[in-house]
Every structure is written in C-alpha cells, then in structure tokens.
C-alpha cells in the first residue's frame, strides 16, 4: 500500500483538485466563447445587383427612413429601410413581384427582383434558428 | 506524478472531440441566378467548394436543356415541331422527365403554356384573356396527347399551338441531381434553396435535423411553422408571391389547367415533404390546383413518405400526420389553426 492516500480516500479537497477543477471551468468557458455562433444581434440589410454590392444598413440601429432609388437597372425601383425593417416600395418591373413580398425583417429574409439581379439580403440577428425558407 | 496528470490529459483527449470553427464543420456558401430564380447552396467539408461548383454547372446544364427562352434547348425544339408530325430526338433525361411529369394531367399539366402565355406570366406582360381566347386555347392543353417513346428518346406534339412547359418540376429535378453530384463529391451535409425549394442532404454537422421553415401566405416575413428535415425536399405553391391586380380583381399565377383562370380551391398555400426533389415540387402545384379535400385524399393513397401542409384560405392549416414530431406551429398567435390529418 501506497504511503500517500488515494484521491478517493481522501475527505478535503487538495489545492491540486482545485486547479484541476478551475482548468475544467476556464477550458469549458474558453470553448463556449470559441464555439458560439457568429452574428450577434444586429440585424443588416445587404443591397447587391448582379453580386455587387451597391448599400447596406443597419436596420438594427436606423433612427430614421431612408430611401434608395436604384436607377442604374433594367427597371428603376425604389427602396425603403426603416428601423428593423426593408422593402422594394416601388418598381418599374413587369411583375413587381418584389414589391409583393413587402417588409422583410428578420435574418434570412430575402427580396429578389430577377429581372434586376437585385438582391436584398438581411442577415445577423443571434435569434434566427431557421437554416432554410420554404415559400 | 503520472497520477496527477491523468484527469487533466482525460479532460484534453476529451476536448479533442469538440470541432472549432474553421475546421471541419465549416459552411461555404454560394449563390447564383438559374432556371428564372435565386438559389443557393451551404455545404460542409472540406470538399465543399468544388462540389458546389459542380453542382452549379450541373443546374446550368439542366437549364439549357428544359428553358424555354433558349432556341436551342430540348424543349424549344420539341415545341417548335409540335404539330409537324416529327417525333423530336431529346435528352434521355428530357425524356424521362416529361414522362414523369405528363402523369399528373389534369390538375398538373406541363403542356399549360399556350395558356400561361395568354396571361403573360410567362412574357412578363401580365392581361386577362377574354373567355373565348381560354376557349380557343384550352383544347391545346391536354398533356395526355404528349407522345414519348423512352426507347428511341424522342417526344412529339400533335397539334400546332401545343407547348410544353417545365417550370413546375425542372427546379425540382435539378434539386436531385444537385444533391447527387454533392454526395459524388463526398458531401453528407448541405442544404440547398434552389427558389421556394429547400433540400436537405443529411443532416446538420452536429448530427441534428434542418429547421426548416414555412412562410405566412399572408405575412411572408413571418412564419407558419418550423419542420425538421433530413434527406427531403420542401417545396412550397402559393399564389401571393406572383400576382398582378387589373380593376380590383388579384389574378395569381397558378393557372387550373381546367378552367384556364387562377386555382381558386381555397387555399393560400400548399408545401408538399418528399424524398424526391421534383415530386415534391410537383406535387405541390398539383395539390394547390387539387384543393384541400382531393389532396388529402391523394395524401392517403400515397405510400412513400410524402407529407402535406395545406394553408386554407380560412385560416386552417392542415398538416398530415407525418410532420408531427418536431413540428413547430408558429400561426396560432395570427389566427391560424393547427389540425393534423391522419390517415
């Protein structure tokens, strides 16, 4: 038999378990950092033609409407954001299928004017869990 | 001493196990315009770029053989013989998917574009036809008189005036081949939205289902519900995305091959749950034109899995038995009710 006590046997917890145990704690709080989803919560509206990026807000901190004519297009729209919101307001496409959709206001939602190649991307927001839109 | 290091080494062997962002669980991500929509796809692995761009490319394939718009695809050539007497060599795929397709007469026809272009959905011209143009062109709609012979690949239009149009399955189709040039590239987990069309290849990287959502006919920036999905396709038909109104009246695109006029079998929406891409989105137009009653009753005479959320206009919402477990029903607080349907 050993001189020294077994952990097992031992009733007071030693400085050593207490390191072992502030290891775990800081390994498990480093690892929930590094493993946590990326966007946090603010919520952006991307504008792109043809991929081209051409504005973007953040509709998360938009104190005020703003609008964005789009002229350099097939067919001219008009763009509203507002505070935690966007939408095509008017479009001078056939089908106006973009103006349809309405608001659009949480991440992942997506207004397409196909005739343009004009896509409104929102993204961010920690709270969407949804990985696809049927619809 | 080597008692002391073998909790701490337990603790890191079993870290080891937990994937970092960046590595092998990371997402690409692409997006691109085909087939008269936006889609995309997020696949995971290390293969991921290239099987995407080969999956792109496949689409583009596809496109140039079931368009419409371009002279030289298969279809424009079998619709500009129609009439002619000639059976037109295609595709073995063109082929087998009009055969496919030319089953679910009448309430799916692929041969309704005389009458879709009447109304203009298809030349961005939206009208309203005079009753006696739907007339004179409804007899031309009649996908039954569609010769296909899958032996000698050939297809034939008897009568001049017919046409044949693959909108309603041909995104469904290139979402299976999609997926099938994924998994030839080593792919277990993606998930694409070619269009309204969500599919689900595998399963998260963490080995949990696809949340997959249903858009609010009414209010398309909410949500009906959330299902889970692993190896489906969703596809969903409604008539609030495409529309035009001319004097007070909303006209939607989804044309009863019947009647000539926008399906009005009181539904908003139907999302149909396949394990095929292309019956899934198929299916869903042909139940949209069907009308809750004889969907379900199709619903019950099919054996394959296939699942059905049907959004009446009332504010019922129908979903079959199948999608209960994981089901997320998020329409009640605006006026919706949940019923699920057994058999």
Redesign the interface.
């Known amino acids: 038999m050993n001189a020294r006590s077994s952990a097992a046997d031992r009733t007071r917890p030693t400085l ?1 378990d207490g390191a ?1 145990v502030l ?2 704690v800081v ?1 498990a709080v480093a ?1 929930f950092i ?2 946590k989803p ?1 966007g946090g919560s603010v919520l952006t509206a991307t504008v792109t033609v043809d991929g081209q990026v051409i504005a973007q807000y953040d509709l998360t901190h938009l104190t005020e409407p703003e609008t964005l004519e789009v002229s350099d297009v097939p067919y001219p729209l008009v763009i509203r954001a507002e505070p935690g ?1 966007i939408r095509v307001e008017k479009s001078s ?5 973009c103006v ?7 991440a992942g ?2 207004i ?1 004017c ?2 343009n ?1 004009l ?1 409104i991307s929102v993204t961010g927001s920690s709270e969407s ?7 | 001493m080597k008692k002391l290091l073998i909790f701490p080494l337990t603790c890191l062997l079993l870290l080891t196990g937990c994937a970092l962002p960046g590595t092998e669980s990371k997402a690409s991500s692409c997006q691109f315009f085909a087939m008269d929509t936006i889609m995309s796809i997020t696949a995971y692995g290390s293969s991921a770029d290239g099987a995407m761009v080969a999956a792109q490319q496949e689409i583009n394939r596809l496109e140039a053989l079931f368009s419409r718009t371009r002279d030289d695809s298969d279809i424009s050539k079998l619709n500009a013989a129609a009439g002619s007497g000639q059976a037109v060599t295609l595709d073995p795929e063109t082929v087998s998917l009009l055969d496919f397709a030319r089953d679910y007469a009448p309430w799916f026809d692929i041969t309704i574009a005389p009458v879709m272009d009447a109304w203009g959905f298809t030349k961005d011209s939206n009208r309203v036809p005079s009753q006696e143009e739907l007339n004179r062109l409804l007899p031309l709609v009649d996908a039954s008189r569609l010769e296909v012979d899958a032996d000698r690949s050939v297809a034939q239009l008897p009568q001049a005036g017919m046409a044949v149009d693959l909108g309603g399955v041909a995104k469904g189709y290139a979402g299976d081949r999609a997926v099938a040039i994924l998994a030839e590239h080593g792919i277990t987990s993606a998930i694409l939205a070619l269009g309204g069309n969500i599919t689900a290849l595998g399963t998260k990287p963490d080995g949990s289902a696809w949340n997959v959502a249903v858009k609010d006919p009414k209010d398309t920036s909410k949500y009906i519900c959330v299902i889970p999905l692993v190896n489906k396709t969703a596809a969903t038909s409604g008539g609030y995305e495409r529309y035009f109104v001319e004097n007070g009246v909303t006209y939607h695109h989804i044309i009863d091959p019947t009647t000539g006029y926008p399906a009005n079998s009181g539904l908003l929406s139907v999302t149909v749950v396949a394990d095929e891409s292309k019956k899934a989105d198929l299916l869903s137009t042909y139940c949209f034109v069907l009308g809750a009653d004889r969907a379900l009753d199709a619903w019950r005479t099919w054996t394959d899995g296939t699942e059905l959320i049907l959004v009446k206009t009332d504010g019922t919402v129908l979903i079959t038995e199948g999608l209960e477990e994981g089901l997320d029903f998020q329409g009640k607080e605006r006026g919706y009710e949940c019923q699920i349907v057994r058999r």
């Open positions: 050593l072992v290891f775990i390994a690892l590094a493993l990326a919101r496409c056939p089908d106006n299928d349809h959709i309405g608001w659009i206001s949480s939602g997506q397409i196909l005739p190649r896509i869990t949804v990985d696809g839109v049927t619809g």
